[in-house]
């Protein structure tokens, strides 16, 4: 899976937690919890989804420090790699 596909799957799986979000918007370099409304348990309800869609799991340890959608896309995609 490259990064654009990833980076596609995350959007959507953001799109199903916050609707409303603007997704097209979204600075990739910038938290994602400071651009969306994301409590915690929405952010929870994400690496759920990412798990789903993607097949990666990521733990809460590592999921303190993903905090960028690049981020995301870098990990996800060094998982499908491993």
């Not at 409303?20 to 938290?31: C, H, R, Y």
Request: aromatic share 4%.
């Amino acid at each position: 899976m490259n990064p654009d596909d990833i980076k596609t799957q995350l959007l959507a799986a953001l799109g199903d937690i916050a609707p409303e979000t603007d997704l097209p918007s979204i600075d990739p370099t910038l938290p994602l919890r400071q651009q969306i409304d994301l409590d915690s348990a929405d952010w929870l309800n994400f690496l759920v989804a990412v798990h789903q869609k993607l097949g990666v799991e990521i733990p809460d340890a590592q999921a303190a420090r993903l905090r960028t959608l690049d981020q995301l896309i870098g990990y996800c995609a060094a998982q499908h790699d491993a």
